[in-house]
């Protein structure tokens, strides 16, 4: 908020200010005005200048009178204001402790109770127009337990991915010094869910999701589609990051088809992933995710092994898949991840794969697409739904080639 656009909410405050003057004694609490003569009392030359007149001596006392008045609402509003500053902006606090104890040792004007609960009141309204926050910033919201909470009913048959990202999630804002950056890598087929989390991540920790100052959303062929310009991508990515990072305590960065990014970028923006050195600028309030289709070949394969033994899909651990995921990672030398030092440095803090759908998951996502758009459905229609798609491998047709990627647009057959 600029500082023109101060003058509105500050205008409103001074206004209530004087209400809150007049209204709880603080006008008449230095003594009432005298009474006006009566005939009786009032003396001839008086009467010779008329009931109307302001001038003579009772003229003169009400001039005196109201001199007083406006000296005693002056000093009465400078505490006030202090007082304001202090409890909404955290300013002038040491001044006002000082006044305070000034007037506890000598007489003068001192807030009334009602005043103040008053000015509590119009703290919080002010605060309601966005400028105060458990966070320090509106703009960050930080609620883990929604986020919980749509991992739990949105996301379908990923019981790793919803424990590792809460885990990770949760420990990180909890941690008021984290020692780096929390650096998130997803991984597996397309339709799985990886963009999927990374937008709730984005709309439950920040007020306005994607759209938000604090969070930036790169696409690999998007953003950076000619290697022969990789110098002046790295410059460019190193200055949106910086400036981000200056504007928010709290960033978000998302690197979508991140296997295609050049090794040359992920090298550049390293030493925001990394551990600050005493004296370095504060890059550890940010959060890295990293999403990409690379070990999904492997994540496929553990799962039809599992399902192959009899075995179900959520007794499938990461200490039994981690290892192998790495070791897809680092072998194609074509990738910009394998010749990268993100691995090789580990500054990945926690791989996250997403599991193959089967048909049930996809009937699943067939509802929520029907749900979403507030239509009618049937167990029929979400049958046929998951049927239009096309599951591998050839003999056990086990697994959703696309995931539920373009589940959303086959629900359109069913309109009227």
């Known amino acids: 908020m600029g500082q023109d656009a101060l003058w509105v909410p500050l205008g409103l405050a001074c206004c209530l200010l004087l209400l809150l003057l007049g209204g709880s004694g603080g006008l008449g609490s230095r003594g009432t005005p005298p009474t006006p003569p009566t005939p009786q ?24 009178a109201v001199k007083k008045h406006l000296g005693a ?60 926050c458990e966070t320090g910033d509106c703009r960050i919201v930080n609620n883990v337990t929604g986020l919980e909470a749509d991992l739990n009913g949105q996301l379908h048959g990923q019981h790793l991915a919803k424990e590792i990202v809460i885990r990770a999630v949760r420990g990180f804002l909890r941690s008021q010094w984290p020692e780096k950056a929390l650096v998130l890598s997803f991984h597996g087929w397309s339709g799985t869910g990886k963009n999927f989390v990374a937008r709730l991540v984005a709309s439950r920790l920040f007020q306005d999701g994607l759209k938000s100052d604090c969070v930036r959303l790169f696409i690999s062929l998007f953003h950076f589609p000619h290697q022969k310009y990789v110098d002046s991508y790295k410059a460019q990515l190193r200055k949106q990051i910086s400036e981000t990072l200056q ?36 890059y550890q309030r940010s959060i890295f995710l990293f999403l990409s289709n690379l070990g999904g070949n492997t994540i496929n394969e553990v799962a039809l092994d599992f399902w192959r033994a009899g075995r179900a899909r959520e007794e499938i651990s990461m200490e039994l898949l981690e290892p192998r995921l790495k070791l897809e990672l680092q072998e194609p030398e074509e990738s910009g991840y394998a010749r990268s030092h993100l691995l090789e440095e580990n500054l990945v803090d926690f791989f996250v794969p997403f599991l193959p759908l089967e048909y049930h998951h996809v009937k699943l996502c067939a509802r929520d697409a029907f749900l979403a758009r507030r239509l009618p459905y049937t167990e029929a229609a979400l049958d046929e739904v998951a049927r239009m798609m096309v599951y591998v491998p050839k003999e056990e047709k086990l697994f959703s080639a696309q995931g539920c990627k373009s589940v959303s647009q086959r629900i359109n057959y069913f309109l009227p």
């Open 41 to 64: 009392t009032r003396r001839p030359w008086e009467e010779e200048r008329g009931p109307m007149t302001e001038v003579g001596p009772w003229g003169r006392v009400r001039y005196e």
């Open 73 to 132: 609402v002056g000093a009465l509003s400078k505490q006030y204001w202090q007082y304001v500053a202090c409890k909404v902006w955290q300013e002038g606090c040491k001044e006002e402790e000082e006044e305070e104890r000034e007037s506890s040792h000598s007489p003068g004007w001192s807030l009334p109770l009602v005043g103040q609960d008053y000015l509590e009141i119009l703290s919080a309204w002010y605060c309601s127009l966005g400028k105060c």
């Open 247 to 282: 504007l928010c305590k709290q960033s978000l960065f998302i690197f979508d088809e991140a296997e295609k990014l050049h090794f040359g970028l992920l090298d550049a923006i390293k030493p925001f992933m990394a551990r600050s050195d005493p004296g370095q600028v504060d």
